[in-house]
């Protein structure tokens, strides 16, 4: 089967498997920003943007992504480098295996919220899963990226 979608601003066309996961698709494309974690949607390791919304990959079949807009980490470089020095700043950030998908979800979450409280935040990036930090610390890091983006925006 064909599947013609875009990934990162650039239109693809790829030969898939009728049972093939988004996960292995984009991997063997050679997004290997895409992880592979639980393989059962708990994790979110293997989180993209379809469309700009948070998708698990391990559990959405390629097939479905016909003419979508998929995003990884590499599409969002400059975004997710400001959001990774406010994670490293907080100490938030410690082996990085769960960062593509938390950045991601992330950054989906700000265009979607532009003032959330610390329980809409925590809600959206429930399956989330990190084992190496605290989730306080990341709670910290995503609202003074939040505050520091809003104010880069206004001062344009």
Do not use: W
């Not at 943007?49 to 391990?58: E, I, N, Y």
């Not at 190496?132 to 609202?143: E, F, H, P, W």
Request: a negative charge.
């Amino acid at each position: 089967m064909l599947l013609t979608l875009t990934v990162n601003g650039l239109k693809r066309e790829l030969l898939i498997s009728e049972d093939e996961y988004l996960l292995d698709t984009l991997r063997k494309a050679g997004y290997l920003s895409v992880k592979r974690g639980c393989d059962t949607g708990s994790c979110g390791l293997c989180t993209v943007l379809v469309d700009d919304k948070p998708v698990l990959s391990c559990s959405t079949l390629a097939a479905r992504m016909n003419n979508k807009k998929i995003t990884t980490i590499e599409g969002c470089q400059e975004e997710a480098a400001r959001f990774a020095d406010f994670m490293a700043d907080e100490g938030a950030e410690q082996c990085g295996y769960c960062a593509p998908g938390f950045t991601l979800t992330v950054l989906a979450m700000m265009k979607e919220y532009k003032n959330p409280t610390d329980e809409e935040i925590l809600h959206y990036l429930n399956g989330n899963l990190c084992r190496c930090s605290g989730y306080v610390s990341q709670l910290r890091a995503i609202k003074n990226f939040m505050e520091a983006e809003k104010s880069n925006e206004n001062s344009k």
